[in-house]
């Protein structure tokens, strides 16, 4: 079946320093990927839209320049945690649609990045 | 957005079937109901959705009020591999069908 991949899986980094997560469509072309972010024992929380070919949509509250969003292809989007701090470490999963499944369709979601801001 | 309603947790044996109950009395004619699990450090996973009728596949079953006011997540014969925490989530295409994740149902399965 269609499959989302992050890449890193895990990642440790010092304060002040920006991080790169990758997300990618294995088996299908998507248009449009989910960013979320999910502390300890609480729930997804969905961080913003990645469009290809144009500018991501930030949910309210989450800082567009703190958050970078690249979805410069149809099997790639890139969220970049710039100048990272302690309170940014979490879980960062991306999902996609395959179009083939309809908007209605299933989310496949990738296998999440951990980010660890020392 | 219409919100959903899940209990916190809920337990079953092994090999029992499994009742996940989901309020949403808010929903509009629009809204369909999709329902994922998530097991601990890894992305959430499909399930099942639906819009009015009850849905069937390999997973489970959606049972779908008539009002469309509540709906049901059925595993037919829990296993220890389906325990994990089950999302409800209601989505159209205000948002662009994106999932807006509430605090689920943390689902334990015992021997």
């Known amino acids: 079946g269609a499959v989302v991949s992050q890449h890193p899986s895990w990642v440790i980094c010092k304060s002040g320093t920006s991080v790169k997560i990758e997300c990618r469509s294995l088996d299908f072309q998507a248009t449009t990927m989910f960013w979320y972010r999910q502390f300890p024992k609480q729930s997804l929380m969905l961080m913003a839209t990645?469009?290809?070919?144009?500018?991501?949509?930030?949910e309210q509250g989450v800082e567009k320049d703190k958050f970078l969003i690249n979805h410069a292809s149809l099997t790639l989007s890139t969220l970049t945690v710039t100048s990272a701090h302690p309170e940014d470490s979490s879980f960062y999963i991306c999902s996609a649609r395959d179009p083939s499944g309809g908007l209605t369709g299933e989310l496949f979601f990738g296998e999440g990045s951990r980010l660890t801001v020392l | 957005d219409a919100k959903t309603t899940q209990p916190n947790s809920m337990e079953s044996n092994e090999e029992e079937p499994v009742h996940l109950p989901c309020n949403h009395s808010t929903i509009s004619g629009t809204d369909y109901i999709h329902w994922y699990r998530q097991l601990p450090s890894q992305g959430p996973e499909y399930v099942i959705h639906?819009?009015?009728s009850n849905v069937n596949n390999r997973m489970a079953s959606l049972a779908i009020a008539e009002d469309r006011k509540s709906s049901t997540l059925i595993l037919h014969r829990a296993t220890l591999r389906d325990a994990a925490v089950y999302y409800c989530?209601?989505?159209?295409?205000?948002?662009?069908?994106?999932?807006?994740f509430g605090k689920g149902t943390s689902l334990l399965v015992t021997p």
């Open positions: 639906g819009l009015t």
């Open positions: 990645s469009n290809e070919g144009s500018k991501a949509t930030y």
């Open positions: 989530i209601l989505a159209n295409s205000n948002s662009g069908y994106a999932l807006n």
